[in-house]
C-alpha cells in the first residue's frame, strides 16, 4: 500500500493517511509528488505522463508504458568500502586477498583529505565493478529469460515488437530503470568518517595505531576507544559538516555514474534501499569507527545508524536532506524508516503531529518515507513469546512482514531502530 503525497495534500487525506498507519494494518509506505515528478521531467518525459507515475515496489515509483525490462541490481556495501579505505583494499572476511584497490596505509594519511582520497577511490572502485556486474547480466537476460506477458501489456514494447527482456532499455522512447542500490552501511560509512575526522585529525584524541588495533580486535580490552567512537559526532543530529560526508559519498557515486553513460545516453541510477541486506552485509564487515561492532547490522537506507539520532525526527529529517546530492538528475528513491512509540502518536493530537512531521518531510523533498508504530518492549515480548504475536505486522524496507518470522538478526535489528519522540 502507498499514498502519494505533495505540497497541497489536502488534511482530510493526510488525516486518513496517518490514522491508517497509526492503526498498524496497513503500512503504507509514502512517495513524494515534489521529488517524483521533478526526478521524471528531468528525463525527458511530459509533464501528463509524469504527473501519471505509479508506486511500485519497495520505494520505488515507476511509469507506466515507458520504464522497461530491469535488470537485477548490483549494489555498494558502504560499511565494506570504510573497512577497504583501511585496509589498503582488503577485506578481513576474504582472508586479506586484495578485493578493492590499493590506497596505501592509512598511517600515512597526513589529513583529512587524504584520507577522503582514498575512500573515494575505493567507492569509485566498488561503482566500476558494479556496472561491470550490470553489463554481464544485461548481455546474458536476454539468452535465457522473456516477459511474454509483462511485454503484451506495455505500450513501447508492443508498438516495436521487442521483449522487455531483449534489451528493453534500448526501445526508441524507453526510460531505463536500472539501478546501482546501496544496500546497507550509508550511515555507517559517514559516522565513520566523522569519527575518524573528529578524533584524530581535529581533536587528535586517537591516533591511527590506536585506532586500528581496536577495531582489528573488534575492541576487546580496547572499550574506552569504542566509547570515544560511539560519542564522536554522528549523522542525523542537525550536524552540517556531518552531513556534508552524506552528500559528498552520493555525489561521488552519481558522478562516477553520470561520466559513464551507457550506449543510449542513459546512465545508472543510484538508489539507497537495503531490503534487509544490511544484516548480512554487516556480518561480512569488520568492526568500523563508528563504534560498530564487527559482524552487527549495518545502518539501512538513508537514516541515520540505529539510536544515534538524539534530536528528533525534525532534525534527523534535516540530515538527512541535506546528505542527499541532487545536482545529478542519477538520484533514485531512498529508504526513510522510522520507528515511533504509540503512547507519542495517540490522540487527535498524535495524528496532527504526525501529519506536520509529513509535510516537513515533502518539503524538504525526500523521496520516500516509512513508519513503525511500535514500541520496544512489544517486539521484545513477541521476541520470547512469537506464539501469542503472530499477528504483529512490521515494515521492513518498503513491504511488510510478520515479525516472527523474521530471523533473530533481523528482529534484532528492528529491535535496535531508533524510537523517534515527538513533541
Known sequence: MAARIHANTPEKFLHEVVDTIK???????????????????????????ALDYAASGCTESRLPNRETGKTGNSAINYGAIVEMTFRDGKMKIW????????????????????????????????????????????A???????????????????????????????????????????IGGFATAIDSLAAVKHL???????????LLDAMEKNWEGKEAIRQMCLNAPKYGNGIEWVDRIGYEIQRVVMEYSHNHPKPHGQSFNLRIIPVTFHVPAGKATMATPSGRLAGEYLSEGISPSHGMDVKGPT????????????VYKEHREDLINMKMAPSNVTGEEGTRRMMQLIRVWCNQKHSHIQFNILNKQSLLEAQKNPEKYRDLVVRIAG?????????????????????EPMG
Not at 494494518?25 to 512517495?31: D, H, I
Open 23 to 49: 492503526d498498524g494494518k496497513g503500512s503504507p509506505k509514502l512517495v513524494n509528488d515534489e521529488f517524483q515528478i521533478p526526478f521524471f521531467l528531468s528525463h525527458r518525459v511530459s509533464k501528463k505522463e
Open 95 to 138: 582472508k586479506d586477498e586484495q578485493f578493492g584497490v590499493k590506497t596505501g596505509d592509512p598511517r600515512t594519511f597526513k589529513t583529512f583529505d587524504d584520507m577522503w582520497n582514498a575512500f573515494r577511490l575505493q567507492l569509485e572502485n566498488a561503482v566500476k565493478h558494479c556496472m561491470i556486474q550490470k553489463y554481464v547480466a544485461l
Open 140 to 182: 546474458i537476460k536476454p539468452k535465457y529469460i522473456a516477459a511474454p506477458f509483462a511485454s503484451m501489456l506495455h505500450d513501447l514494447s508492443m508498438e516495436h515488437g521487442r521483449d522487455l527482456h531483449t534489451h528493453g532499455e534500448y526501445i526508441p522512447g524507453a526510460l531505463d530503470a536500472c539501478c546501482i542500490d546501496g
Open 200 to 210: 584524530i585529525y581535529d581533536t587528535q584524541k586517537l591516533t591511527w595505531d590506536q
Open 315 to 326: 532534525v534527523s529529517l534535516q540530515s538527512m536532506a541535506r546528505a542527499t546530492c541532487h
Open 399 to 419: 513491504y511488510c512482514a510478520y515479525f516472527v518470522d523474521l530471523t533473530p538478526a533481523q528482529q534484532e535489528e528492528i529491535i535496535a531502530r531508533t524510537e
